[in-house]
């Protein structure tokens, strides 16, 4: 007996199966959606049994589980969305982004032809922007404003 029972109605089958053919979804939140259905228990027969779906999606049956459990308790956009992931908080923030790539588009000092990573770096220190800054944060702020 499976303690998570989905029985997704018509109107959620529907957009589940439209979601998986639009090409525009991440690995995740695919698995996610064909999760719930492979675990819908309507008209389409019993469901597959969680070691089964975990098969069939490469996925954990923790993953399979707590998939269902969502779903039964906090809905389907719940279900098929991504959670807010831990972590430490940015200690950089757009404002000082935005200092970085100001900086790296003015002039270089006086005898460089183009500004170092490390030059930036150190500027922005001089310019009491930020306390510290390693030359590769300044790389991964204008690798991402490219």
Same mark, same amino acid.
Request: hydrophobic share 35%; aromatic share 2%.
């Given at each position: 007996?499976? *303690? !998570?029972?989905?029985?997704?109605? $018509? =109107? #959620?089958? $529907?957009? +589940?199966?439209?979601?998986?053919?639009?090409?525009? &979804?991440?690995?995740?939140?695919?698995?996610?959606?064909?999760? &719930?259905? +492979?675990?819908?228990?309507?008209?389409?027969?019993?469901? *597959?049994? %969680?070691?089964?779906?975990?098969?069939?999606?490469?996925?954990?049956?923790?993953? /399979?589980?707590?998939?269902?459990?969502r779903y039964l308790e =906090?809905?389907? *956009?719940?279900?098929?969305? #991504?959670? @807010?992931?831990?972590?430490?908080?940015?200690?950089?923030?757009? +404002?000082?982004?935005?200092? /970085?790539?100001? &900086?790296?588009?003015?002039?270089? @000092? =006086?005898? !460089?032809? $183009?500004?170092? +990573?490390?030059? &930036?770096?150190?500027?922005?220190?001089?310019? *009491?922007? /930020?306390?510290?800054?390693? !030359?590769?944060?300044? $790389?991964? /702020?204008?690798?991402?404003? %490219?």
């Amino acid at each position: 007996m499976k *303690k !998570h029972r989905i029985k997704l109605s $018509q =109107e #959620e089958r $529907q957009a +589940l199966e439209k979601m998986t053919k639009s090409g525009k &979804l991440s690995v995740r939140k695919l698995k996610r959606i064909r999760i &719930l259905l +492979l675990s819908d228990e309507s008209e389409n027969g019993p469901a *597959k049994a %969680n070691q089964e779906i975990a098969e069939i999606v490469e996925t954990s049956t923790v993953t /399979v589980s707590r998939i269902r459990k969502r779903y039964l308790e =906090e809905g389907l *956009k719940e279900a098929i969305e #991504e959670k @807010p992931r831990s972590g430490a908080p940015r200690k950089f923030d757009g +404002l000082d982004r935005a200092k /970085v790539t100001a &900086l790296a588009c003015s002039d270089p @000092p =006086e005898g !460089h032809a $183009q500004w170092s +990573l490390r030059m &930036l770096a150190d500027k922005m220190v001089e310019l *009491k922007y /930020v306390d510290r800054i390693s !030359h590769m944060t300044i $790389q991964e /702020v204008l690798k991402k404003t %490219n």
